[in-house]
């Protein structure tokens, strides 16, 4: 059994089990006070450096509403702003839900900076089994299969990036920025040019983010065609206690 336990003060742990600090305070919409999100090195980038409008997500890769943005808003925001060189798009660990998030990112951390991205699609897309597996308590041979499609071959190799201390530090010290910074507690979180907005309102569907960054770059949103309404699920919250058999 592992259980897992969100607590304000808590940092990781040993590696079978995995201690993440958890936020309490409500994530305001819009907030931020325009402070500046320095990108440090090491982050997950796409798009040019000199893009006027900087888009950061918080995100699990567990969570639903982040598949749903990763699956259904993202690749037209890449299409039309971050490949036109109008967005940055960045991308940051926030691990909801403890020990199946940690083991997950630590995964895509280990596959390498060039295959992050590929590796992090592959976690989306197998979002329902990995959650199954957890609960199965197999989650450990369900990453090894997604693993083994991005260079970590061998269990030996899989043991040794779920060992590593430094992507662990990595995952605390981005989730202690998220939460003492920004006030992060759910996911999907974004941070648009030092604004903090939580999954919510128009910030809900691509239109809705293309007229606010047009806004930003004081351009007017191309007419898109209407597409069939669609169920957003809700932002995921840490829990305060899950237990995986």
Same mark, same amino acid.
């Given at each position: 059994?592992?259980?897992?336990?969100f607590?304000?003060?808590?940092?990781?742990?040993?590696?079978?089990?995995?201690?993440l600090?958890?936020?309490?305070?409500?994530?305001?919409?819009?907030?931020?006070?325009?402070?500046t999100?320095?990108?440090a090195?090491?982050?997950?980038?796409?798009?040019?450096?000199?893009?006027?409008?900087?888009?950061?997500?918080?995100a699990?890769?567990?969570?639903?509403?982040?598949?749903?943005?990763?699956?259904?808003?993202?690749?037209?925001?890449?299409e039309?702003?971050?490949?036109?060189?109008?967005?940055?798009?960045?991308?940051r660990?926030?691990? +909801?839900?403890?020990? +199946?998030?940690?083991?997950?990112?630590?995964?895509?951390?280990?596959?390498?900076?060039?295959?992050?991205?590929?590796?992090?699609?592959?976690?989306?897309?197998?979002?329902?089994?990995?959650?199954?597996a957890?609960?199965?308590?197999?989650?450990?041979?369900t990453?090894?299969?997604?693993?083994?499609?991005?260079?970590?071959?061998?269990?030996?190799?899989?043991?040794?990036?779920?060992?590593?201390?430094?992507?662990?530090?990595?995952?605390?010290?981005k989730?202690?920025?998220a939460?003492?910074?920004?006030?992060?507690n759910?996911?999907?979180?974004?941070?648009?040019?030092?604004?903090?907005?939580?999954?919510?309102?128009?910030?809900?569907?691509?239109?809705?983010?293309a007229?606010?960054?047009?806004?930003?770059?004081?351009?007017?949103?191309?007419?898109?065609?209407?597409?069939?309404?669609?169920?957003?699920?809700?932002?995921?919250?840490?829990a305060?206690?899950?237990?995986?058999?």
């Amino acid at each position: 059994m592992i259980m897992t336990v969100f607590s304000r003060r808590t940092a990781f742990a040993a590696v079978s089990v995995l201690l993440l600090v958890a936020c309490n305070k409500p994530a305001a919409t819009g907030t931020g006070g325009g402070q500046t999100a320095a990108i440090a090195a090491g982050e997950h980038v796409k798009g040019s450096d000199a893009a006027p409008v900087t888009l950061i997500e918080y995100a699990s890769p567990t969570c639903p509403a982040c598949k749903y943005f990763h699956d259904s808003i993202l690749p037209d925001l890449e299409e039309n702003y971050v490949a036109t060189g109008k967005v940055k798009f960045v991308f940051r660990e926030y691990p +909801v839900h403890g020990d +199946v998030d940690v083991a997950a990112y630590v995964l895509a951390l280990c596959s390498g900076d060039d295959n992050f991205f590929a590796t992090l699609d592959d976690l989306f897309a197998n979002q329902s089994g990995i959650v199954d597996a957890a609960r199965s308590g197999v989650l450990k041979a369900t990453l090894q299969t997604i693993g083994k499609r991005h260079g970590i071959e061998t269990e030996a190799q899989f043991d040794a990036c779920m060992e590593n201390r430094a992507y662990r530090e990595v995952l605390a010290d981005k989730y202690q920025v998220a939460t003492d910074k920004w006030n992060v507690n759910s996911t999907p979180t974004f941070i648009i040019n030092g604004e903090e907005f939580t999954f919510e309102g128009d910030l809900r569907s691509y239109d809705g983010f293309a007229k606010y960054i047009d806004g930003l770059i004081g351009e007017t949103p191309a007419a898109q065609e209407a597409a069939p309404a669609e169920e957003t699920p809700a932002a995921d919250a840490p829990a305060t206690e899950t237990t995986d058999q």
